[in-house]
């Protein structure tokens, strides 16, 4: 199913060049050329939550073993991912996994529509990698202190459950709850900007993603013999 055309969403559009530099389109076109020159297991792709995992010490020890890309871009919304999936960031590769994390861009659009714009990012990926499972990475809380934005990104979380449970091949992996306190805050030493991950917060969010991984990964030979075409 389609929401293209009538959710804003899940309309694929590049990022407008407004201040004249070009970098978001030197990124895209570096990224399609890493297609062309790996063979990953693992691809990352999303915004800056993606893009600055690869910084963090923790990426090298826990995902650089296990052959990966990392196409995040910091400030892209659905709408940015899908174009650049659509326009050769999938040519010549054939992962066993990505990872998706993307939507808390996604400012003018309600809830349903983010909802709608990731979902037609999973439903590419899993239309064009038949053989590649995916693990879609819940939206994490913004601001210190509950507020519209941070309601907007549980709902949003809500409606992928609900969305991924139809789909054999994606699991849903949502942390937010643990970065909430008892009494509604989040504290800076897990996101430095109420928003961004701290070191230690992406040691939390990589511990469990990795052992996912791991488990995929790690298949068993008659369920790897099962998925092959």
Known sequence: MSH???????????????????????QHIRFVQECKDAEPDVLFVGDSMVQLMQQQEVWKE??????????????????????????????????????VWVGTNNYQHTAEQVAGGVMEIVQL????????????MGLLPRGEKPNPLRQKNAEVNRLLQASV???????????????????GTVL?????????LTASGYRRVAR??????????EETPEEKQTTLP
């Open 4 to 26: 293209e055309g009538m959710n804003p969403a899940a309309r694929a559009e590049p990022v407008e060049d407004v201040q004249g530099d070009a970098r978001w389109m030197s």
């Open 188 to 196: 800076s030493r897990d996101m430095f900007d109420y928003l961004h």
């Open 208 to 217: 469990t993603l990795h052992e996912l991984l791991l488990q995929i990964l």
């Open 62 to 99: 826990l995902f650089s073993p296990l052959h990966v890309l990392n196409f995040g871009i910091a400030g892209d919304t659905t709408c940015n991912v899908l174009w650049r999936l659509q326009n050769g960031e999938l040519q010549n590769i054939r992962p066993k996994v990505v990872v």
């Open 165 to 183: 449970s139809r789909l054999k091949p994606v699991q849903f992996l949502d942390l937010s709850s643990s970065f909430v306190h008892s009494d």
């Open 125 to 136: 990926l899993v239309n064009q990698l038949q053989h590649t499972k995916v693990i879609l």
